[in-house]
């Protein structure tokens, strides 16, 4: 079979845009209805999307009074939509700095058993100044430190779900045996940060281990993908940078002694869609209206780990010096770089970076019609930039539906994405290995 794309349904507030949840066209139902995101990833389903994906946020943002987010927790809603959906992939985002391993490795061990094997782990070190007030620190980790106790809590929760054979459970009802001791193994792992017996409370799940995801893009965090990560989403915004990224990490992939094919890269893609350029291009000019450019200079801040930038005019060109040291800053530094890169390109004043992050925060926009969507796609497909997208439709549903209606009939037609699924779980979908259980 040639080689297919994979895409990723990222759900995110009522659409990517910002100003998306004030919409017309965006979904009437409260961002605390589980039926939103069910009838979303059904959706999806129904299209043959690899996955769907939800982050979250460990504090509440200062800009609640003009912003929605997904508020529910992640790993909650993806039990409550595996019920509801029967072959997509479900992608939850967890942290390694304010969770504790066991209960991590139980909780997406369980997810597996409960979907049949259709659960990835989104792997963060968390950054943000708020979330460490509220996991009983006076503030954040350095960007080095939440890395090195990364790459612990990643050994631990290996282990542990590896601490049972794939044989050990035995359900012999007539002998009397459950499972066999001698394939249920202690971890008795004492490090740095944590000191954990094991093993896990539960059977091994039906992957092995839950498909293992990461968005970390600075060199520090694409060593750790390297290691770890089996998919890679990440921010891009032009087919330059994302082809230089490809081929640094598939390069640092082979050097783990991992095959290439078994991490995936996919940027993120947020298009507004048209019947014509100019239509599409209409409704992201209807859309960024609805922007307030004050939420989005403190989102700005937050990026740059709450630098200042209320000194700063909407309407005067912008220089890399109007920003610190993307190697000073602590919070997502990847991200800060995408930023300052755009900067110097583009010549952009504060209001135009404004409002281009507005559209994904960092990662492509476009608008234009599906040909020219599918065009781009397959273009960073073919053209050493991408496995495959991850979709992020600026307004939720009515973009999701456009791009299921138009774009993915195009790329099917081009050969370029399923027309049914031919596995059961994310790893079939994604074209990953399990992971060898314990030895005997």
């Not at 997904?70 to 959906?85: D, G, K, N, Q, S």
């Not at 992608?91 to 139980?106: D, G």
């Not at 770890?228 to 640094?248: G, L, P």
């Amino acid at each position: 079979m040639n080689r297919q794309l994979h895409l990723n349904l990222f759900i995110h507030s009522r659409g990517h845009h910002e100003a998306s949840w004030r919409h017309p066209a965006a979904s009437p139902l409260p961002l605390t209805d589980i039926r939103y995101y069910q009838d979303l990833a059904q959706r999806a389903e129904a299209a043959h999307f690899d996955s769907i994906f939800l982050a979250d946020q460990l504090a509440l943002g200062d800009d609640v009074a003009q912003a929605a987010r997904t508020w529910l927790e992640p790993i909650t809603v993806l039990a409550a939509v595996a019920a509801a959906t029967s072959r997509i992939g479900l992608i939850a985002t967890a942290s390694t700095t304010y969770t504790e391993p066991f209960n991590l490795a139980r909780q997406f061990a369980s997810l597996d058993h409960i979907s049949n094997g259709r659960v990835g782990w989104n792997i963060v070190t968390s950054w943000l100044a708020a979330a460490a007030r509220n996991y009983g620190g006076d503030g954040p980790l350095s960007h080095a430190e939440r890395y090195v106790r990364g790459e612990e809590f990643m050994s631990v929760v290996k282990a542990l779900w590896d601490s049972w054979g794939d044989d050990a459970v035995v359900d012999d009802r007539a002998g009397g045996v459950y499972a066999r001791e001698d394939r249920i193994r202690p971890i008795d792992h004492r490090g740095d940060y944590y000191q954990i017996a094991g093993p896990l409370n539960l059977p091994r799940c039906p992957q092995g281990r839950p498909v293992l995801v990461q968005a970390g893009s600075s060199d520090t965090g694409r060593r750790f993908a390297a290691r770890h990560a089996e998919a890679v989403f990440t921010a891009h915004m032009e087919k330059a940078t994302a082809q230089a990224f490809y081929a640094d990490l598939k390069q640092l992939v082979e050097a783990e002694g991992r095959p290439r094919d078994q991490a995936l890269i996919l940027p993120g893609l947020s298009p507004m869609i048209g019947s014509t350029e100019a239509e599409a291009q209409r409704l992201s000019r209807e859309l960024n209206e609805l922007a307030d450019p004050e939420v989005g200079r403190r989102r700005l801040s937050g990026r740059f780990g709450g630098y200042d930038f209320s000194h700063l005019p909407l309407d005067r060109p912008l220089s890399p010096s109007d920003f610190p040291d993307p190697e000073k800053v602590e919070a997502a530094r990847s991200r800060t770089e995408v930023i300052i890169g755009l900067v110097r390109r583009e010549k952009l004043t504060l209001r135009q970076l404004l409002a281009s992050l507005a559209g994904a925060r960092g990662h492509f926009t476009m608008a234009g019609t599906p040909e020219q969507v599918a065009d781009l796609m397959e273009d960073w497909f073919t053209g050493g930039a991408a496995d495959g997208f991850n979709i992020m439709p600026p307004i939720l549903p009515q973009m999701l539906d456009v791009f299921i209606a138009e774009v993915v009939p195009l790329l099917q037609r081009r050969g370029l994405f399923r027309t049914e699924y031919t596995g059961e779980t994310l790893r079939d979908h994604y074209g990953l290995a399990r992971p060898p259980g314990m030895r005997a």
